[in-house]
């Protein structure tokens, strides 16, 4: 939606899960010297400063990722991610946060690929000013779910979508489905990443019944919250809906849930699912 700035948002525990999971999905991706090529349906601004307005306004980070900064008990992959944010803050000082599009590209190799797309005119205006320019990067001004599309399968035949719409729009919860479901019929290869946030349970429910009747294999479901679900709270829980997982994420996840879901919790609630939601073929 036009008017969702990321910014309000930026370092909660909602970004903690899908960073994580994205990071841990690139490293094992570089593991071959094969190029692969990553697409990115909603970039966002790629860089958020934590002591600006739009972040101070509700300090979402604050019960996120400022939760993880200075612990010495991470486990290896929240390790890597808390690293990785640091490279973009002075040592000392926490006030700017990575979103997607710096991560992935702190992990690009000469051979890859990036495809950013972003639709709202004030984040593409930052999002170009923050990646610069890069030969390896494509930033594209336009819908990512409609225009990714024809990008697939991508030249590499290799790589992974990431898809983390606003939800601001209830109509995305359908559309979301549909595009996978063509996505996947081009480039059934192909890892895709779907973030979703809890707000209505039963809406979730119907999401991941709808993945489930397209017949895709091989999903997984990993989910965090922070508060048992209440339909006067808002966003209690989020979580990555995973295709074509690589084979060790799993058991990486396994160990990372339970210890974000205690570490995150509000008031010892803290919650997590790992789930199969087809299994692979």
């Known amino acids: 939606m036009l008017s969702y700035r ?25 593991q071959k010297d094969k190029a692969f090529c990553i697409i990115d349906t909603h970039a966002g601004g790629g860089k958020y400063e934590l002591d600006g307005d739009y972040a101070l306004k509700n300090r979402e980070f604050e019960s996120g990722i400022n939760r993880l900064w200075q612990r010495d008990d991470l486990p290896l992959c929240i390790a890597n991610y808390v690293a990785m944010q640091k490279r973009f803050n002075s040592q000392g000082h926490f006030n700017r946060y990575a979103g997607s599009p710096l991560l992935i ?46 990008l697939l399968p991508p030249l590499e035949r290799r790589g ?59 999903i997984q479901l990993f989910e965090l919250g922070i508060a048992l679900d209440e339909s006067k709270r808002g966003m209690t829980a989020s979580g990555m809906i995973v295709i074509n997982p690589p084979w060790n994420l799993a058991k990486t996840m396994q160990i990372a849930l339970p210890w974000l879901a205690q570490c995150l919790g509000e008031n010892n609630k803290g919650t997590y699912r790992f789930e199969t939601l087809a299994a692979e073929k």
């Open 105 to 150: 590209k702190q992990l690009l190799r000469p051979q890859d690929k990036l495809h950013l797309f972003e639709l709202h005119s004030t984040e593409i205006a930052a999002l170009k000013l923050n990646m610069k320019h890069d030969k390896r990067i494509a930033i594209h001004h336009a819908d990512g779910l409609k225009e990714s599309l024809k």
């Open 6 to 30: 990321h910014a309000f948002h930026a370092g909660n525990f909602a970004d903690v899960l899908k960073h994580v999971v994205l990071l841990e999905i690139i490293t094992y991706l570089t």
């Open 160 to 218: 992974l979508v990431l898809i983390d719409p606003s939800y601001e729009i209830k109509s995305d919860y359908d559309q979301v489905i549909k595009t996978l479901a063509q996505m996947h019929k081009r480039f059934s290869t192909g890892t895709y990443l779907l973030w979703y946030p809890v707000i209505d349970r039963e809406r979730n429910n119907a999401l991941e019944k709808a993945l489930i009747k397209t017949e895709i294999p091989n």
